[in-house]
């Protein structure tokens, strides 16, 4: 079966603006989409090369893992449903986008049909169990959870999770935030004199500047400006990671960054997205209000506990799988063989992790 993964490419010499485009504004989409071309044998096909669909058997797209309460999906989404007639169109990964986990979260009626002509071609992956209810709820039934597939490419980059065991550390750390914009509030200016305090490096993935508005002091002002990174390539991303040993912040997949680079990382979670996505992969994660700027990084990093996410993860690698041969999707031949000799030295750290309970 041919399958094409809706998604536009860049390169070095692509100009930066463009190169935001490609990837919605914000580098940490760079996680999921290396997970799908590195995880699913497919065809990388254009945003705009609608034309290529005759082409093809089943289609991969990534559009909606950002939806908002009463939004309608794309003309272009649309469209391709009808030019896909018979044939799947497969998204990975739902989210529902909401600050709380709001039980009456309203589809828009054109969504709502988007949904039900995917669900009848296929098997609909979701974030979490908020996502999947209420789609349920709206008779979209035909779902799987399964977090956010930025999580399932860990055996490409690593041998096994032993370093998740090893003694908590935060001697030269990484954090990260939310974009710099619309109002901050002195909770928010407090966590980034923390950072400033405490961290390395600092992971951006909007661009956006920290202007005098949202923090008046020029010193920390300079200091991100000196310390912020940004990566649009995953691999680089992951190498500068290494030089660090505790991230920390709201950006699910700038630590992911880190934990591709065998850098522990705390989750702060403030809205019902992030926090599925903690929740199904158990990781260790605090409520962005309830994170002290009282005590030293140090006592941060002890809340690093990842034994609950050790304990799953192979069920949450096997559940991805099986949702890929439910749709027909194949394996990629290098993940297939990362994949086993990832879960044969997984067998003996997730013994260690039962036998702690």
């Given amino acids: 079966m041919r399958v094409a993964f809706f998604t536009d ?28 071309k590195k995880t699913i044998e497919c065809d990388i096909v254009s945003s705009w090369e609608d034309d290529k669909m005759e082409e093809y058997d089943a289609f991969i797209t990534s559009d909606l893992i950002w939806v908002l309460e009463n939004a309608k999906p794309s003309d272009r989404m649309l469209n391709r449903l009808k030019m896909a007639k018979d044939r799947p169109i497969i998204p990975l990964s739902v989210g529902l986008q909401s600050h709380t986990f709001k039980p009456d979260f309203n589809l828009h009626p054109e969504m ?23 789609l349920n709820r ?57 950072i400033q305090t405490y961290s390395g490096g600092f992971a951006e993935q909007t661009l956006l500047p920290l202007t005098p508005k ?8 300079q200091w991100f400006t000196r310390y912020t990174y940004v990566y649009f390539d995953l691999d680089s991303w992951v190498l500068h990671n290494q030089r660090y040993d505790f991230s920390f912040g709201l950006r699910f997949h700038g630590n992911i960054a880190a934990l591709l680079a065998k850098v522990p990382a ?29 005590e030293p990084l140090f006592r941060h990093a002890e809340r ?31 993940f297939r063989k990362r994949l086993d000799n990832f879960l044969v030295g997984h067998r003996s750290l997730e013994k260690r992790a039962l036998d702690a309970l």
């Fill in 9 to 36: 490419t860049f390169t070095q010499f692509t100009p930066l603006n463009e190169k935001y485009d490609s990837i919605a504004w914000n580098t940490g989409n760079l996680l999921f989409l290396n997970a799908i």
């Fill in 138 to 194: 709206h008779g979209v039934t035909n779902v799987e959870i399964v977090g956010c597939p930025s999580m399932y490419q860990l055996p490409l980059y690593l041998g096994n999770l032993n370093f998740l065991e090893k003694e908590p550390t935060a001697s030269f750390a990484t954090a990260n935030y939310r974009s710099f914009d619309g109002a901050f509030t002195s909770a928010d200016r407090d966590i980034l004199r923390y």
């Fill in 112 to 134: 709502l049909f988007a949904l039900k002509e995917m669900e009848s071609r296929c098997v609909i992956a979701v974030r979490g169990e908020y996502t999947a209810d209420i």
């Fill in 266 to 294: 705390l989750f702060m979670k403030f809205d019902s997205r992030t926090q599925e996505m903690t929740d199904y992969f158990s990781l260790p994660t605090i409520r962005a209000d309830q994170f002290s700027i009282d």
């Fill in 304 to 334: 690093t506990d990842y034994s609950a996410f050790i304990r799953g993860y192979r069920s949450k690698l096997k559940n991805y799988t099986d949702f890929l041969m439910r749709n027909n999707l194949e394996m990629t031949l290098n």
């Fill in 214 to 221: 949202m923090m008046p002091d020029t010193r920390i002002r």
